[in-house]
């Protein structure tokens, strides 16, 4: 399959990588990363090891094949960028996947791309950004992929093969909006306090004060998810939460990455987004609207 990573930071330099060993891949992103790859190929460490050569550009008027496959996984913040500019090498077979943070992502998207296009997932691998041409795989984690409609169709059948011929374990949904849904709450609860407080998802389960703050979030988050028709339970949330920060218990959130890295934050399409929802529906969001704040004027 020819597949076009749009957006190769941390997370997109895996799934190409790994993509590339059976499927001709181009990676998409910005120099000095990219520079980096073309002349040292992609390094990875940590749970994978390995050097992956596979071509890299900065920009998408240099793809020189017909695109089967887009793999979308830039910062919700650059995705009506990314989609006005695809829509040059889209034809009429080509899909177009939103590997993404945050619950506005198809939307923006389908202000440039017609939706027939689109499929969305989600995914819990652990990746860190080292330096330009160098990423960490600091944890497996598991990608579920879904048609935005809910069916099993032909082509998501075949990617959710495609990933898992590569070692990406993958799984099919018939409810990608739930899954999203559920994956910005956990984001919500995890995110903004590791990158607030600056310090590694274990420690919110170390610290009994935090500990309360990531419950206290999952229930606010869950009641408007709630209010937009999505079938969560607050008791379920907080315990995929929990258990993700103790799977993830070494990891820096892709939040804190930002705030290191001095880069803007997903943080308006995550908990901004979330308060927002809840404001529409008069529910009281007090932790989501704070957090939301302190992100944005700290940082």
Same mark, same amino acid.
């Given at each position: 399959?020819?597949?076009?990573?749009?957006?190769?930071?941390?997370? $997109?330099?895996?799934?190409?990588?790994?993509?590339?060993?059976?499927?001709?891949?181009?990676?998409?992103?910005?120099?000095?990363?990219?520079? @980096?790859?073309?002349?040292? $190929?992609?390094?990875?460490?940590?749970? &994978?090891?390995?050097?992956?050569?596979?071509?890299?550009?900065?920009?998408?008027?240099?793809?020189?094949?017909?695109?089967?496959?887009?793999?979308? @996984?830039?910062?919700?913040?650059?995705?009506?960028?990314?989609?006005?500019?695809?829509?040059?090498? #889209?034809?009429?077979?080509?899909?177009?996947?939103?590997?993404?943070? $945050?619950?506005? =992502?198809?939307?923006?998207?389908?202000?440039?791309?017609?939706?027939?296009?689109?499929?969305?997932? #989600? &995914?819990?691998?652990?990746?860190?950004?080292?330096?330009?041409?160098?990423?960490?795989? @600091?944890?497996?984690?598991?990608?579920?992929?879904?048609?935005?409609?809910?069916?099993?169709?032909?082509?998501?059948?075949?990617?959710?093969?495609?990933?898992?011929?590569?070692?990406?374990?993958?799984?099919?949904? =018939?409810?990608?909006?739930?899954?999203?849904?559920?994956?910005?709450?956990?984001?919500?609860?995890? =995110?903004?306090?590791?990158?607030?407080?600056?310090?590694?998802?274990?420690?919110?389960?170390?610290?009994?004060?935090?500990?309360?703050?990531?419950?206290?979030?999952?229930?606010?988050?869950?009641?408007?998810?709630?209010?937009?028709?999505?079938?969560?339970?607050?008791?379920?949330?907080?315990?995929? @939460?929990?258990?993700?920060?103790?799977?993830?218990?070494?990891?820096?959130?892709?939040?804190?990455?930002?705030?290191?890295?001095?880069?803007? &934050?997903?943080?308006?399409?995550?908990? $901004?987004?979330?308060?927002?929802?809840?404001?529409?529906?008069?529910? =009281?969001?007090?932790?989501?609207?704070?957090?939301?704040?302190?992100?944005?004027?700290?940082?």
């Amino acid at each position: 399959m020819n597949i076009v990573v749009f957006g190769a930071g941390a997370m $997109g330099s895996l799934f190409g990588a790994l993509l590339a060993q059976k499927n001709t891949v181009v990676l998409v992103g910005r120099t000095p990363h990219i520079s @980096t790859i073309q002349k040292k $190929g992609v390094i990875i460490t940590g749970k &994978t090891n390995r050097i992956v050569k596979t071509t890299a550009i900065e920009s998408i008027k240099d793809i020189f094949f017909q695109v089967d496959l887009i793999l979308l @996984t830039v910062k919700s913040y650059d995705t009506e960028t990314a989609a006005s500019q695809l829509c040059q090498c #889209i034809n009429d077979e080509t899909i177009v996947l939103s590997l993404q943070n $945050g619950l506005d =992502n198809i939307e923006k998207i389908e202000r440039f791309i017609n939706k027939k296009h689109l499929l969305a997932g #989600i &995914t819990t691998q652990g990746v860190l950004f080292s330096k330009p041409g160098e990423i960490v795989h @600091t944890g497996f984690g598991k990608t579920i992929l879904g048609e935005l409609n809910g069916s099993s169709s032909k082509r998501l059948l075949r990617l959710v093969s495609l990933f898992n011929d590569a070692g990406i374990h993958t799984t099919p949904s =018939n409810d990608i909006k739930k899954e999203i849904w559920m994956k910005t709450i956990i984001n919500s609860s995890i =995110n903004p306090l590791t990158g607030f407080f600056g310090c590694k998802n274990g420690y919110l389960l170390e610290n009994p004060l935090l500990e309360r703050v990531v419950e206290y979030i999952c229930i606010e988050s869950s009641c408007i998810a709630s209010s937009e028709g999505i079938s969560v339970s607050e008791g379920e949330m907080i315990e995929k @939460t929990k258990e993700v920060i103790r799977n993830t218990a070494e990891n820096s959130s892709s939040m804190l990455q930002s705030i290191q890295q001095q880069k803007k &934050t997903e943080i308006d399409s995550i908990n $901004g987004k979330l308060a927002n929802i809840g404001y529409h529906h008069k529910i =009281n969001v007090p932790l989501n609207r704070i957090l939301t704040e302190l992100i944005n004027s700290t940082y």
